[in-house]
């Protein structure tokens, strides 16, 4: 086992890594957001709307400002604040804050991103609190030792299916297209 304390509520390390969290979540919906075609999935569009993606936006710059600051207060260390505050003003550069509603282009292909952080964000909700308060082993620290690699199957398998879906729907449309059956 790693020699790492267990992580407590109140050591600013929690909100450090919520604010990683939420940055990198708001990092991705920046590229979502500016490649729709190509980064989200076509169902998924039809359901946001500029003004659901523009709270959602907010919400996730706010919360991931808040949580840096509170990482830093609590534990007074910069390092987890920094890097979460790092990633979000990136975000924020790359246009987290100006959202342009568009049409988007009906698609051939697309990769997902949008329904991989979706996932991504459900999972870490269910599955982090279990983890935490309810431990594999009572001397383990902050996660399994395990975590990552969990972590790695979870993108993996996201790319395979992604990387399936395309490859078995362009030669469907390929040879099957005169049918008409895509509306």
């Given at each position: ?136 082993n009572k001397s383990q620290t902050k996660f399994h030792e395990e975590w990552r690699t ?27 297209g005169w049918i008409g059956l895509e509306q």
């Amino acid at each position: 086992m790693s020699t790492n304390k267990r992580l407590k509520v109140g050591q600013g390390h929690i909100s450090g890594y919520i604010s990683i969290f939420l940055a990198v979540l708001v990092l991705l919906s920046v590229f979502c957001f500016r490649y729709p075609e190509q980064l989200t999935t076509p169902e998924f569009r039809e359901v946001y709307t500029k003004s659901i993606a523009e709270a959602l936006m907010i919400f996730g710059v706010i919360a991931s400002f808040f949580f840096a600051l509170l990482s830093l207060l609590l534990s007074k260390k910069i390092k987890l604040a920094l890097i979460g505050t790092t990633i979000t003003g990136l975000a924020i550069i790359l246009g987290a804050l100006t959202l342009d509603g568009r049409d988007v282009a009906k698609t051939n292909w697309h990769f997902g991103l949008d329904w991989m952080i979706l996932d991504l964000l459900l999972m870490v909700a269910i599955f982090v609190p279990l983890e935490l308060f309810f431990p594999k082993n009572k001397s383990q620290t902050k996660f399994h030792e395990e975590w990552r690699t969990d972590l790695t199957y979870f993108v993996i398998s996201h790319l395979f299916i992604q990387f399936f879906g395309i490859v078995t729907q362009k030669p469907a449309v390929l040879f099957f297209g005169w049918i008409g059956l895509e509306q």
